[in-house]
């Protein structure tokens, strides 16, 4: 169990003081994926550089199983980390040694013995799928497989908790897919902690069971992915939720203003719906309720979640606005989450 | 003795000492080579302390980089011919002596090591941060990030570095043959300059390229054979 509690981080820089993570409360489960996701400068490396110790909070407490890890120091420090692997967006691996020798570095460092040292690098780079590339070095791969042994490396000294701070945001979509899988598969097998670090809302609905979100170094809003993608309350998270549902389709991409620019009428409105609602036939008794109006199907998206199908529809409402207004009451009551995305 | 004067000077090779010739390209090999080791130890152990204190915070290491920094900044800025007169006492209480290859060894090294460890402190800050916080991320101390992350990464920059400065004591040690610590500077200056023999200014001339060429490529191939950032 990680808890941060009441945690800030000041940073005193030339222009005066900055608060990089402001006033942070966040609880995580022992073998949870939890997201924390936000833009550049959020505070997000910040926050998770003090779970490891490398930068201490200002003020406030960061608690591992009961360690108050900003009152450790000296050799019960180094120890601490040894529990928790880092993965990071650059891969940060040593390209004067091997493959192998990389991901056995942890192991050097907490002194074990050569033959076990081997042996468990080899099990790693197995589980990683990097059979065969053992003395490579890192030149030699791509950042998929770069990334795979950073995550073998991470995994050496079996930790209980893995922070991944953007460790896909250099990589392709389908690259970043493959080490998703891997993240999930190692969630599992091993009963791991992952933190997961992103700007990508695509990466959080693929993994994470809980989400939050931060922004000028606050934690605006949390809960788990399938609460938040329903219902995003604030407006950060609305533009991350919607820049995930209108960059997932292909040759019809749209971004919000594109989709505006073209339906400059009515109203554009977003429903949110999750499996046991799309069987309903919501949208039909809309327009059977409301006659008057034109509705007209513009896009739409399903996305998988840890907790179950998500989908999206975008609809263009053209009429009264009084009719338009209970129209999306009626479809509130019906559970169905929506957004107004664009009003003439 | 040559009388002979103009350009067919540089060729009476039978004027030519070669067992002389000989024992001078070893006293310049050796003194070369046994200040290089000296100047490399040392530079390293400086450009660490120069590095490892830069930016940390206490007033001990804010005192120790200055100090070093100074000391270091002194002794790259004095001329190297003034340098070796300035330590004679030196050479003089530490080796014994004030002429002959060895009485040259505390100056060439008091030079060339300043110089060698700032390269070596700018090569340990382009050191990517992101790898030395992943090790110390793993739990490292500051002598594991130093033996396991600083050393084995800037390894290529410290030969190429060291290459260069090799090439500058072979110049300095022919500065230090003028004023008697023997080798091919010493033997050029009484025998071509003193005793007007250019033929073995020419002969010393030439085996002085030839050295500085060797260094260069052994520190090449060296630079090549480690640098693994490039495949
Ligand atoms: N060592 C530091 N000194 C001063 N400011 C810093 C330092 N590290 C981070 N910051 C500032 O803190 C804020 C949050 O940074 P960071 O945690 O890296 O954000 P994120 O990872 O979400 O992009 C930024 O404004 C950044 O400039
Ligand atoms: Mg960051």
């Given at each position: 169990?990680?808890?941060?509690?009441?945690?800030?981080k000041?940073?005193?820089?030339?222009?005066?003081?900055?608060?990089?993570?402001?006033?942070?409360?966040?609880?995580?489960?022992?073998?949870?994926?939890?997201?924390?996701?936000?833009?550049?400068?959020?505070g997000?490396?910040?926050?998770?550089?003090?779970?490891?110790?490398?930068?201490a909070?200002?003020?406030?407490?960061?608690?591992?199983?009961?360690?108050?890890?900003?009152?450790?120091?000296?050799?019960?420090?180094?120890?601490?980390?040894?529990?928790?692997?880092?993965?990071?967006?650059h891969?940060?691996?040593?390209?004067?040694?091997?493959?192998?020798?990389?991901?056995?570095?942890?192991?050097?460092?907490?002194?074990?013995?050569?033959?076990?040292?081997?042996?468990?690098a080899?099990?790693?780079?197995?589980?990683?799928?990097?059979?065969?590339?053992?003395?490579?070095?890192?030149?030699?791969?791509?950042?998929?497989?770069?990334?795979?042994?950073?995550?073998?490396?991470?995994?050496?000294?079996?930790?209980?908790?893995?922070?991944?701070d953007?460790?896909?945001?250099?990589?392709?979509?389908?690259?970043?897919?493959?080490?998703?899988?891997?993240?999930?598969?190692?969630?599992?097998?091993?009963?791991?902690?992952?933190?997961?670090?992103?700007?990508?809302?695509?990466?959080?609905?693929?993994?994470?069971?809980?989400?939050?979100?931060?922004?000028?170094?606050?934690?605006?809003?949390?809960?788990?992915?399938?609460?938040?993608?329903?219902?995003?309350?604030?407006?950060?998270?609305?533009?991350?939720?919607?820049?995930?549902?209108t960059?997932?389709?292909?040759?019809?991409?749209?971004?919000?203003?594109?989709?505006?620019k073209?339906?400059?009428?009515?109203?554009?409105?977003?429903?949110?719906?999750?499996?046991?609602?799309?069987?309903?036939?919501?949208?039909?008794?809309?327009?059977k309720r409301?006659?008057?109006?034109?509705?007209?199907?513009?896009?739409?998206?399903?996305?998988?979640?840890?907790?179950?199908?998500?989908?999206?529809?975008?609809?263009?409402?053209?009429?009264?606005?009084?009719?338009?207004?209970?129209?999306?009451?009626?479809?509130?009551?019906?559970?169905?989450?929506?957004?107004?995305?664009?009003?003439? | 003795?040559?009388?002979?004067?103009?350009?067919?000077?540089?060729?009476?090779?039978h004027?030519?000492?070669?067992?002389?010739?000989?024992?001078?390209?070893?006293?310049t090999?050796w003194?070369?080579?046994?200040?290089?080791?000296?100047?490399?130890?040392?530079?390293?152990?400086?450009?660490?302390?120069?590095?490892?204190?830069?930016?940390?915070?206490?007033?001990?290491?804010?005192?120790?980089?200055?100090?070093?920094?100074l000391?270091?900044?002194?002794?790259?800025?004095?001329?190297?011919?003034?340098?070796?007169?300035?330590?004679?006492?030196?050479?003089?209480?530490?080796?014994?002596?004030?002429?002959?290859?060895?009485?040259?060894?505390?100056?060439?090294?008091?030079?060339?090591a300043?110089?060698?460890?700032?390269?070596?402190?700018?090569?340990?800050?382009?050191?990517?941060s992101?790898?030395?916080?992943?090790?110390?991320?793993?739990?490292?101390?500051?002598w594991?990030?130093?033996?396991?992350?600083?050393?084995?990464?800037?390894?290529?920059?410290?030969?190429?570095?060291?290459?260069?400065?090799?090439?500058?004591?072979?110049?300095?040690?022919?500065?230090a043959?003028?004023?008697?610590a023997?080798?091919?500077?010493?033997?050029?200056?009484?025998?071509?300059?003193?005793?007007?023999n250019?033929?073995?200014?020419?002969?010393?001339?030439?085996?002085?390229?030839?050295?500085?060429f060797?260094?260069?490529?052994?520190?090449?191939?060296?630079v090549?054979?480690?640098?693994?950032r490039?495949?």
């Amino acid at each position: 169990m990680i808890r941060f509690k009441d945690v800030s981080k000041q940073y005193s820089t030339k222009d005066g003081g900055l608060t990089a993570v402001n006033d942070v409360n966040i609880e995580i489960n022992d073998g949870e994926i939890f997201g924390i996701v936000g833009y550049s400068g959020a505070g997000k490396s910040t926050l998770v550089r003090m779970l490891d110790g490398l930068e201490a909070p200002s003020t406030g407490e960061i608690d591992i199983d009961g360690t108050d890890v900003a009152k450790l120091n000296g050799s019960a420090l180094r120890k601490q980390r040894q529990k928790i692997g880092m993965i990071f967006q650059h891969f940060n691996l040593l390209w004067s040694r091997t493959v192998i020798d990389n991901v056995a570095l942890p192991l050097e460092i907490a002194k074990v013995p050569k033959t076990k040292r081997v042996q468990r690098a080899e099990e790693l780079i197995k589980l990683v799928g990097l059979e065969g590339r053992e003395h490579s070095y890192p030149s030699e791969l791509s950042g998929g497989q770069k990334q795979r042994v950073g995550i073998a490396r991470a995994l050496a000294n079996e930790p209980t908790i893995l922070i991944s701070d953007e460790a896909t945001s250099a990589l392709d979509p389908d690259t970043t897919n493959e080490v998703l899988e891997l993240l999930l598969k190692i969630n599992k097998e091993m009963n791991l902690t992952i933190l997961l670090i992103t700007h990508e809302m695509h990466a959080i609905a693929k993994t994470c069971d809980k989400v939050a979100v931060m922004d000028s170094g606050r934690v605006v809003e949390s809960g788990t992915v399938f609460e938040v993608f329903r219902h995003p309350q604030q407006q950060v998270t609305k533009n991350f939720v919607s820049e995930e549902f209108t960059t997932q389709k292909g040759d019809t991409t749209m971004t919000l203003e594109e989709l505006v620019k073209k339906y400059p009428e009515g109203q554009l409105i977003r429903l949110v719906f999750h499996g046991p609602q799309a069987e309903l036939p919501i949208v039909s008794d809309v327009i059977k309720r409301y006659p008057d109006l034109t509705i007209s199907i513009i896009s739409g998206a399903i996305h998988q979640t840890q907790e179950g199908a998500l989908g999206s529809l975008d609809l263009q409402f053209i009429g009264d606005e009084a009719k338009i207004n209970d129209a999306l009451e009626y479809l509130k009551k019906m559970r169905v989450g929506t957004e107004v995305i664009h009003h003439e | 003795m040559s009388n002979t004067t103009g350009l067919k000077s540089y060729f009476q090779f039978h004027n030519v000492d070669w067992s002389a010739m000989m024992s001078a390209t070893w006293e310049t090999i050796w003194m070369t080579l046994l200040s290089m080791v000296a100047v490399v130890v040392f530079g390293i152990i400086l450009g660490l302390i120069l590095y490892e204190t830069r930016s940390k915070s206490g007033w001990g290491f804010k005192v120790i980089n200055w100090v070093v920094g100074l000391l270091v900044n002194i002794f790259r800025s004095i001329p190297y011919i003034i340098l070796i007169i300035l330590l004679l006492p030196v050479s003089k209480t530490l080796v014994g002596t004030i002429i002959g290859p060895k009485a040259a060894l505390p100056s060439l090294i008091v030079s060339a090591a300043p110089f060698y460890a700032r390269m070596v402190e700018s090569y340990f800050r382009e050191v990517d941060s992101g790898v030395i916080e992943a090790v110390e991320s793993m739990g490292a101390t500051t002598w594991g990030v130093i033996t396991k992350v600083l050393l084995p990464e800037s390894k290529p920059a410290l030969i190429a570095g060291a290459t260069v400065t090799t090439i500058s004591l072979i110049g300095y040690t022919a500065m230090a043959g003028a004023i008697g610590a023997g080798g091919l500077g010493n033997l050029v200056y009484q025998e071509g300059f003193q005793a007007y023999n250019n033929t073995v200014t020419l002969v010393g001339t030439v085996i002085i390229c030839l050295f500085v060429f060797v260094v260069q490529f052994v520190g090449d191939r060296f630079v090549k054979w480690t640098d693994k950032r490039t495949l």
